[in-house]
T-cell receptor, first 112, second 116 residues
Framework: GEDVEQSLFLSVREGDSSVINCTYT??????LYWYKQEPGAGLQLLTY?????DMKQDQRLTVLLNKKDKHLSLRIADTQTGDSAIYFC????????????FGTGTSLTVIP | DGGITQSPKYLFRKEGQNVTLSCEQN?????MYWYRQDPGQGLRLIYY???????QKGDIAEGYSVSREKKESFPLTVTSAQKNPTAFYLC???????????????FGAGTRLSVL
């Protein structure tokens, strides 16, 4: 099956930028998504990018997609303590319809 | 107030017992999903359903069962055959889309299952 990888932990200082990375193996991805999970809660969609795009900006969030290297990143500008959470990347593939493949999740800790 | 409701929030299972986790949505979504979350392993798909009275196994279906008798409801039963059921269980739903189309999954708040 599809393999989606993320590093497990990231720590940044408040006010700095955070960059969370994700790699995947299946080149037939159609859309890629970023979700945020706060402690003890479900997942909340942050943003998504169509696989034919290479960048998308949404307020403090910037998504970069390098389809050749199968690499996705999420940059959070001016990181705040409220951004501390687990971040998941996910992809949907051309041939698997509505099924998502999730990464392992990156736990972001923002240090005041 | 549209959304996905999972209950209970916490659940305890005794050895040899089946337990059922509830998931209800009022978003009029056709597709529903069950995921299991373990620390450091991300989300793994247990079962999914794209239409009433139909469902498919995901990557880790063994020891679990589901039903989809109503569009709004997709309960998950953790059977006694699931030897390591302690985890956080998440239910999600989405509109049904043809392959290749944008599709957003919306999640419930989760049920934490522990073994006594």
């Amino acid at each position: 099956g599809e393999d989606v990888e993320q590093s497990l932990f990231l720590s940044v200082r408040e006010g700095d930028s955070s960059v969370i990375n994700c790699t995947y193996t299946d080149s037939s991805s159609t859309y890629l998504y970023w979700y945020k999970q706060e402690p003890g809660a479900g997942l909340q969609l942050l943003t998504y990018i169509f696989s034919n795009m290479d960048m998308k900006q949404d307020q403090r969030l910037t998504v970069l997609l390098n389809k050749k290297d199968k690499h996705l990143s999420l940059r959070i500008a001016d990181t705040q303590t409220g951004d501390s959470a687990i971040y998941f990347c996910a992809e949907s593939l051309l041939n698997t319809g509505n099924q998502f493949y999730f990464g392992t999740g990156t736990s972001l800790t923002v240090i005041p | 107030d549209g959304g996905i409701t999972q209950s209970p929030k916490y659940l305890f299972r005794k050895e040899g017992q089946n337990v059922t986790l509830s998931c209800e949505q009022n978003l009029n979504h056709d597709a529903m999903y069950w995921y299991r979350q373990d620390p450091g392993q991300g989300l793994r798909l247990i079962y999914y359903s794209q239409i009433v009275n139909d469902f498919q196994k995901g990557d880790i279906a063994e020891g679990y069962s589901v039903s989809r008798e109503k569009k709004e409801s997709f309960p998950l039963t953790v059977t006694s055959a699931q030897k390591n059921p302690t985890a956080f269980y998440l239910c999600a739903s989405s509109t049904y889309r043809l392959a290749g189309a944008k599709n957003i999954q919306y999640f419930g708040a989760g049920t934490r299952l522990s073994v006594l």
